[in-house]
């Protein structure tokens, strides 16, 4: 599972090495939350601060990758269980989507949030997906800055919740995220 880790980090850097035929977008500060709590219930929730991503501007296309043992949550028991038994994160140790921005021009970027569509694919737990979303994207001083959220499911990732907890934890999770980028 390291070796992937690793390649995975090669590529991104790669991805994010200055090149004459193409201007790269990158952060490693990106901001990925999700929110899985029951109403009466603790709330389930974490953050993760360290997100990186890379956006090819002259093609839209957008490669993020998320440590999972990167998110925190309010107590350090349910960040660990989080670890271990739901996302056994020493096995799977990384999310990651590779996708692109459909019509994405960067010269017609403002200041003023736009919306486009985002397609591609998420792997979450070792499991591939596709998923398509609305993007929010505006123009910031030094960069762009890309934001939304979307739903998925524990189960579409093989993701096991016991049934003493099922109940506690909400069927769609509702992940955010904000990618400040910059060149």
Known sequence: MKKSLVTTLIILIFMSS??????????????????????TYEEVAAENKTASAV???????????????????????????????YMESEKFSK???????TDFDESKITASVKNFTIKGDLTIHGITKPVSTIVKISKTSNGIN???????????????????????????????????LAK
């Open 95 to 101: 999310a990651v989507f590779k996708g692109k921005i």
């Open 18 to 39: 200055a090149n004459v035929f193409s201007q790269r977008l990158i952060t490693k500060t990106g901001n990925v939350k999700f929110q899985a709590s029951m109403p």
């Open 146 to 180: 890309l934001n939304g959220s979307f739903e998925v499911k524990p189960e579409d990732f093989d993701i096991e919740i016991p049934s003493l907890v099922r109940k506690k934890i909400a069927d769609k999770v509702k992940v955010t995220y904000v990618f400040p």
């Open 55 to 85: 956006l090819e501007s002259s093609t839209g296309d957008l490669a993020a990758l998320i440590l999972i043992k990167g998110f925190r949550f309010k107590t350090a028991l349910m960040e660990e269980h989080f670890n271990e038994n």
